[in-house]
């Protein structure tokens, strides 16, 4: 009995040193993530950062180097913030731009460890959610979530800025996944896209083997009629990281289980287009190669068969962990296939792959995975759904918001759902969207949860937007702008003793304004971003830059 109740007392010892009380609780270290911990924390909030891997920054610092910007004029606050110091780093006043848009992910991580080291954030790594029961609610509030490890975190506020949405979902707010339909919004881009010009197939392929049986990478058929909804979530990928500086080069890996038949169909395509074209293709044409300094250069998807992963990801939004992992090692697998299969299968024109393997994994970016990205380009998971959901209008006629909090500017931008044989018997691609959007503004509403579900809870990266509107909206500067706006309104909710929905958004907009972000498409805006900048910064020890720019 008394080793029992010993037992019993140290257990309860070690699940007091545990729990840890906070005022704000951040989980996911995504770009989002990272600034919104700043954000409270500048604002006084005593503020922890949880990340379920070893990485800040999310795609931001896993691949994403050629940030997707649209309108650079409409990037203020913090996510410029981010931008100006990564081009302190890369002393881009000597080219008179003072951003770096385009950078090597191990500068631009370093530069977040150090922004949330300097904001006072406690940032804890290998923190993931308990699965199903790590979220408990008294009533509408969160009151504190449990991880893997025991650890249990309190606190006033929660964001969930990861790209999954978890805490999000275990503390009951309604979400959806995949694509709604044309009618659910009155969105004429939603559901099943009968068109899909772009990363088309531009040649007849025939997708059957010699056995008459489909090859691998293609789906039967279609199922569903334009502007209907579906499940179905956009093609991930990895955004690699290459150099073609033979001193920092190493070769394309050959991942494990590597069987070059299913890249048959890519062989066929390969051949195809070098006969309609009348030469060998160039790499580009098949990934897209996006400079970034010192001999570097961001991978991407390019074409009908490429790095995304189309049709291989639809059970991870709602996955369980098990699942994810699953879906994700195949990810690995799958592109790093590609690439190998470029370097070094005979059907390739030597041309070609002479090029390819000029290319290589760099020796100096992310040394902990293999030289392979530590992040997967979840491009669209789980979507909250708000008392308020941006659609189509908002980005298309309906662009100015009284809640506003910053601005987007990115294409309507989804890449392919499903590959499969079309009605004259060749291989097809659907889901790629790819229409230009005017400047348009975010509302604080996007981030908000119905007040019946949530009242402490933001969620800047999960948003509450349609697909359509999503593909739009979720590119990394503006998960930092929303995040901004995240932290500040995290820190007005604890002051005042409000629900999140019922602070003022007035005073919300004024700090943002006073803290560079921007509201109109406007040049004058940035530049007093770019104020605002230098006058923060300047104390920090950036004097030699503000007198320069």
Not at 28 to 46: D, H, N, P, Y
Not at 172 to 185: K, L, P, W
Not at 220 to 247: H, L, M
Not at 508 to 520: D, I, P, Y
Request: aromatic share 10%; with cysteine.
């Amino acid at each position: 009995m008394l080793i029992r109740f010993t037992a019993a007392l140290m257990a309860c010892a070690a699940l007091a040193c545990a729990q840890q009380e906070y005022d704000l609780v951040v989980y996911g270290a995504t770009a989002g993530g990272v600034t919104t911990a700043i954000s409270g924390a500048r604002k006084g909030l005593k503020t922890v950062l949880l990340e379920p891997r070893n990485h800040v920054g999310g795609m931001a610092t896993g691949g994403l180097s050629r940030t997707d910007v649209g309108r650079r004029e409409v990037i203020g606050g913090l996510a410029l913030e981010f931008y100006y110091r990564v081009g302190e780093k890369y002393e881009m006043r000597r080219f008179n731009n003072p951003a770096a848009w385009f950078y090597e992910p191990k500068v631009g991580e370093a530069v977040m460890r150090e922004w949330l080291k300097e904001a006072g954030v406690t940032l804890l790594f290998n923190h993931r959610l308990k699965e199903k029961s790590g979220v408990r609610k008294t009533g509408t509030r969160v009151t504190e979530i449990m991880m893997e490890n025991g650890a249990v975190f309190r606190g006033k506020v929660f964001a969930d800025c990861s790209y999954e949405g978890d805490l999000m979902a275990q503390a009951g707010i309604s979400y959806t996944f995949g694509r709604e339909s044309s009618a659910q919004y009155g969105e004429s881009l939603a559901g099943f896209r009968d068109r899909t010009p772009f990363h088309q197939f531009m040649v007849d392929v025939s997708p059957y083997g010699a056995d008459g049986k489909l090859l691998p990478e293609v789906g039967p058929g279609p199922s569903g009629k334009p502007g209907e909804a579906d499940k179905r979530i956009q093609a991930y990928n990895f955004r690699v990281i290459a150099t073609n500086v033979p001193s920092n080069r190493l070769p394309w890996p050959k991942p494990e289980g590597y069987d070059p038949a299913r890249y048959e169909l890519l062989a066929r395509l390969v051949q195809a287009m070098e006969k309609k074209l009348g030469r060998p293709q160039v790499f580009h044409e098949l990934t897209l190669i996006a400079p970034i300094p010192n001999g570097k250069a961001d991978f991407n998807n390019q074409g009908a068969f490429s790095t995304d992963y189309i049709g291989k990801n639809y059970g991870y939004p709602d996955g369980s962990y098990a699942e994810r992992e699953r879906i994700w090692k195949e990810h690995v697998g799958y592109v790093q296939g590609f690439y190998y299969f470029l370097a070094t299968d005979p059907r390739i024109p030597k041309s070609l792959q002479d090029e390819v393997n000029s290319w290589g994994l760099p020796k100096d970016e992310f040394l902990d995975t293999g030289h392979w990205p530590h992040q997967l380009y979840v491009r669209e998971a789980r979507r909250m759904i708000g008392e308020f959901v941006v659609t189509q209008k908002d980005l298309q006629t309906e662009r100015t918001k009284p809640d506003v909090i910053g601005m987007g500017s990115y294409n309507s931008d989804s890449h392919n759902v499903q590959r499969f044989v079309n009605a004259r018997g060749f291989a097809e691609n659907e889901g790629d969207m790819q229409v230009p959007v005017l400047p348009y503004q975010i509302p604080f509403r996007v981030m908000l949860p119905k007040r019946a579900e949530a009242s402490n809870v933001l969620v800047p990266v999960c948003f509450s937007a349609s697909h359509v509107a999503y593909s739009s909206l979720r590119m990394e500067p503006q998960y930092m702008i929303i995040g901004h706006a995240a932290g500040i309104a995290a820190a007005m909710a604890v002051k005042s003793g409000v629900p999140v929905q019922q602070i003022s958004v007035p005073d919300l907009q004024k700090t943002l304004k006073s803290e560079g972000a921007v509201f109109r498409y406007e040049q004058s805006e940035q530049h007093d971003a770019f104020d605002w900048l230098r006058r923060s910064l300047a104390p920090k020890g950036i004097e030699r830059v503000n007198r320069e720019m």
